[in-house]
């Protein structure tokens, strides 16, 4: 949540900035700000709402410089305000700072020691500001305590390192931070703590973000700071320090995505072109993984012997929202092709509870960005316990990747729009795959194997496939645009499937809907039901489809319209709904990946038609870096 970007090199800095930030608008979009020191001042200019507002604010500002920072917000502490808005400054004006996370202590610190600084924001993060400025002051006068505000100017013969170093050893919470100061424009202080920051390395320029989507275009050559470090960039080179001035050594490293894969390619949204761009990023997960000849995958990142993988006799599989629907499909299959009990948890109840967990505890970390607050958390806590603890996650360096000690990129790309499709399908083959594996170590024949591996070589074809059902999705969407509810319904590996296609309609259209197993309907939610509320339903062709009939009948009888997901060929499908959408077929455990898709669609139609903002959908930001 938050966005951060900062430049320091021979360009321009304020283009580079708000393409950066625009890249980042799905961290966060509240308000934006800019900072750029030029010709010895510092010029900040901040407005509430999107990027857009911002950028049309700037154009009529002149705003030189080779220097920068930027920073888009998801509000925590203090209202949408300009005021509110980073970046901050301190009270002369001179320092100032963008901040991603939260200062548990900021009132704490504000009535204890910096008494006298006068504060203008409602944020806790403006704290940082008169902090560093404290401790500046300090490093100019050394013995200055209790630490007071500067009066008049200061000169520039303060530590500005120094003085973020002691400021972040008062603070308690997190923070992904950058600090410029008026007096040092050759001087860019970045420094982390559980929110994500990247230094990207180019020929005499530097940039910092919050990912590296807003450095693409100028470096793939980044560097991942990690908890409780602190860097010192100037236009000539950076130097990694701990929080007691310590150096860390670390290389660069090349990372392989690039900047087209996180432009839009001429469609309206993000979301539109992530959907289509899945029959492409699910061969990315796949390749060099099957092997066709042992009918198995084999997922090298996990780092598990065989002996350690056959040690293994629990999995749990801990994610957030969408993340934990695919988690749900990698229950059934490690259940089903491994034999080993699985359970799926919500990141944010699993950390608060007292789990029990030991060395035959396998547990998989999934999430697309790596850096949500709670999973991170969860994760640290099965550590602890000493379970194996494996990531599936996309952004290549998060702290998911990071933190796990072995696992698997599941090769997406850059996810832009708030609304996660692409890293879904990606997430459930590759779970699915290491279902595979254990599987074949433990009770799944070759020939069983060998099936699962031709399914997913003709997946990506079938997913083409399941994305020509667009128009007719469109229609469908034309005809139930009224609708102010729906429910979905699904069963065993369709249930999840259901889940998804609900919280995709609920994050982009704003409509109500909700998601039940088929079998639970009679229990309380068939209620709901009546002309006004429709109902779609995944009723393809695979072990519970008599089960999932019957549940529509049931459906039928109390008059709620039904749209249907069906196999292709299935004519009992017409008779029994108002609207069919039919899919290719496919094993039953790959149905997901195939039958997530129209809903996809579904909720991406109903968002265009209501004149919603598909991409950055109120109240939400795609990365949840606080609890
Ligand atoms: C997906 O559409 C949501 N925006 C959200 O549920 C998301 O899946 C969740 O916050 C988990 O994010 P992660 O995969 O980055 O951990």
Same mark, same amino acid.
């Given at each position: 949540?938050?966005?951060?970007? /900062?430049?320091?090199?021979?360009?321009?800095?304020?283009?580079?900035?708000?393409?950066?930030?625009? +890249?980042?608008?799905?961290?966060?979009?509240?308000?934006?700000?800019?900072?750029?020191?030029?010709?010895?001042?510092?010029?900040?200019?901040?407005?509430?709402?999107?990027?857009?507002?911002?950028?049309? *604010?700037?154009?009529?500002?002149?705003?030189?410089?080779?220097?920068?920072?930027?920073?888009?917000?998801?509000?925590?502490?203090?209202?949408?305000?300009?005021?509110?808005?980073?970046?901050?400054?301190?009270?002369?004006?001179?320092?100032?700072?963008?901040?991603?996370?939260?200062? #548990?202590?900021?009132?704490?610190? =504000?009535?204890?020691?910096?008494?006298?600084?006068?504060?203008?924001?409602?944020?806790?993060?403006?704290?940082?500001?008169?902090?560093?400025?404290?401790?500046?002051?300090?490093?100019?006068?050394?013995?200055?305590?209790?630490?007071?505000? $500067?009066? /008049?100017?200061?000169?520039?013969?303060?530590?500005?390192?120094?003085?973020?170093?002691?400021?972040?050893?008062?603070?308690?919470?997190?923070?992904?931070?950058?600090?410029?100061?008026?007096?040092?424009?050759?001087?860019?202080?970045?420094?982390?703590?559980?929110?994500?920051?990247?230094?990207?390395?180019?020929?005499?320029?530097?940039?910092?973000?919050?990912?590296?989507?807003?450095?693409?275009?100028?470096?793939?050559?980044?560097?991942?700071?990690?908890?409780? #470090?602190?860097?010192?960039?100037?236009?000539?080179?950076?130097?990694?320090?701990?929080?007691?001035?310590?150096?860390?050594?670390?290389?660069?490293? =090349?990372?392989?995505?690039?900047?087209?894969?996180?432009? *839009?390619?001429?469609?309206?949204?993000?979301?539109?072109?992530?959907?289509?761009?899945?029959?492409?990023?699910?061969?990315? %997960?796949?390749?060099?993984?099957?092997?066709?000849?042992? /009918?198995?995958?084999? !997922?090298?990142?996990?780092?598990?012997?065989? @002996?350690?993988?056959?040690?293994?006799?629990?999995?749990?599989?801990?994610?957030?929202?969408?993340?934990?629907?695919?988690?749900? @499909?990698?229950?059934?299959?490690?259940?089903?092709?491994?034999?080993?009990?699985?359970?799926?948890?919500?990141? $944010? #109840?699993?950390?608060?509870?007292?789990?029990?967990?030991?060395?035959?505890?396998?547990?998989?970390?999934?999430?697309?960005?790596?850096?949500?607050?709670?999973?991170?958390?969860?994760?640290?806590?099965?550590?602890?316990?000493?379970?194996?603890?494996?990531?599936?996650?996309?952004?290549?360096?998060?702290?998911?990747?990071?933190?796990?000690?072995?696992?698997?990129?599941?090769?997406?790309?850059?996810?832009?729009?708030?609304?996660?499709?692409?890293?879904?399908?990606?997430?459930?083959?590759?779970?699915?795959?290491?279902?595979?594996?254990?599987?074949?170590?433990?009770?799944?024949?070759?020939?069983?194997?060998?099936?699962?591996?031709?399914?997913?070589? #003709?997946?990506?074809?079938?997913?083409?496939?399941?994305?020509?059902? $667009?128009?007719?999705? &469109?229609?469908?969407?034309?005809?139930?645009?009224?609708?102010?509810?729906?429910?979905?319904?699904?069963?065993?590996?369709?249930?999840?499937?259901?889940?998804?296609?609900? !919280?995709?309609?609920?994050?982009?259209?704003?409509?109500?809907?909700?998601?039940?197993?088929?079998?639970?309907?009679?229990?309380?939610?068939?209620?709901?039901?009546?002309?006004?509320?429709?109902?779609?339903?995944?009723?393809?062709?695979?072990?519970?489809?008599?089960?999932?009939? $019957?549940?529509?009948?049931?459906?039928? %009888?109390?008059? %709620?319209?039904?749209? !249907?997901?069906?196999?292709?060929?299935?004519?009992?499908? &017409?008779?029994?709904?108002?609207?069919?959408?039919?899919?290719?077929?496919?094993?039953?455990?790959?149905?997901?990946?195939?039958?997530?898709?129209?809903? =996809?669609?579904?909720?991406?139609?109903?968002?265009?038609?209501?004149?919603?903002?598909?991409?950055?959908? +109120?109240?939400? %930001?795609?990365? @949840?870096?606080?609890?």
């Amino acid at each position: 949540m938050c966005g951060i970007v /900062g430049y320091i090199g021979n360009k321009e800095a304020l283009p580079i900035l708000v393409k950066g930030l625009r +890249r980042l608008e799905y961290r966060g979009y509240d308000s934006a700000g800019v900072a750029v020191a030029h010709g010895g001042n510092i010029k900040r200019v901040r407005a509430v709402g999107k990027i857009d507002n911002l950028a049309d *604010k700037l154009q009529s500002e002149k705003v030189p410089g080779t220097f920068g920072i930027a920073h888009t917000r998801w509000a925590t502490h203090g209202g949408v305000t300009e005021e509110n808005a980073h970046p901050h400054s301190d009270c002369t004006g001179k320092i100032i700072v963008a901040h991603n996370g939260i200062i #548990e202590n900021y009132r704490e610190l =504000q009535h204890n020691l910096l008494v006298g600084h006068t504060f203008v924001s409602k944020t806790d993060t403006e704290i940082l500001a008169h902090l560093i400025e404290a401790f500046y002051q300090d490093s100019v006068k050394p013995a200055n305590t209790p630490l007071p505000p $500067s009066e /008049g100017g200061m000169a520039a013969t303060g530590d500005l390192r120094t003085a973020v170093e002691k400021a972040l050893r008062k603070v308690r919470g997190t923070y992904g931070l950058v600090v410029m100061h008026q007096d040092h424009p050759d001087t860019l202080i970045a420094a982390r703590l559980g929110s994500p920051l990247v230094i990207g390395v180019g020929d005499h320029e530097y940039f910092v973000a919050s990912d590296t989507s807003p450095m693409l275009a100028y470096t793939q050559q980044v560097v991942f700071l990690d908890d409780g #470090e602190l860097a010192e960039i100037t236009p000539n080179g950076f130097q990694i320090y701990n929080l007691h001035s310590q150096r860390v050594h670390k290389q660069s490293e =090349q990372i392989d995505w690039n900047e087209s894969e996180a432009e *839009k390619n001429g469609l309206p949204h993000f979301m539109l072109k992530e959907i289509f761009d899945q029959p492409t990023v699910i061969k990315d %997960a796949l390749r060099g993984r099957l092997v066709e000849d042992d /009918g198995t995958a084999h !997922l090298g990142g996990l780092n598990m012997g065989e @002996v350690e993988m056959r040690s293994v006799n629990r999995v749990i599989l801990i994610a957030c929202g969408t993340a934990s629907y695919a988690a749900m @499909v990698g229950k059934y299959a490690f259940e089903r092709l491994a034999g080993i009990p699985t359970e799926v948890e919500v990141a $944010s #109840e699993f950390r608060y509870r007292d789990p029990i967990l030991d060395n035959h505890t396998l547990v998989f970390g999934i999430s697309q960005s790596g850096e949500t607050a709670d999973t991170i958390a969860a994760l640290r806590e099965a550590k602890r316990k000493g379970a194996f603890v494996r990531g599936v996650v996309n952004v290549i360096g998060s702290t998911i990747a990071r933190e796990t000690d072995g696992g698997t990129y599941i090769h997406a790309g850059p996810e832009m729009a708030v609304a996660s499709t692409k890293a879904y399908t990606n997430m459930i083959a590759v779970l699915v795959m290491y279902a595979l594996q254990f599987g074949r170590l433990r009770r799944v024949t070759v020939a069983t194997g060998e099936r699962l591996v031709k399914a997913f070589r #003709e997946i990506s074809v079938k997913m083409e496939q399941a994305l020509q059902t $667009s128009d007719k999705v &469109k229609q469908i969407v034309e005809k139930y645009q009224g609708h102010k509810n729906f429910l979905f319904l699904g069963r065993g590996v369709n249930f999840p499937v259901a889940l998804e296609g609900s !919280l995709k309609l609920k994050e982009i259209t704003y409509i109500h809907s909700e998601a039940y197993p088929g079998g639970e309907m009679k229990h309380g939610p068939i209620a709901l039901l009546s002309p006004e509320f429709p109902v779609v339903a995944i009723m393809t062709k695979n072990q519970l489809y008599d089960k999932m009939r $019957s549940n529509i009948e049931e459906i039928r %009888a109390r008059k %709620a319209p039904i749209i !249907l997901i069906a196999t292709e060929g299935d004519e009992a499908a &017409k008779e029994l709904a108002d609207d069919v959408i039919y899919v290719p077929p496919t094993m039953e455990l790959l149905e997901p990946i195939i039958n997530t898709i129209p809903l =996809q669609l579904f909720a991406y139609h109903m968002a265009v038609l209501l004149g919603k903002d598909v991409d950055r959908p +109120r109240n939400l %930001a795609k990365s @949840v870096t606080v609890e």
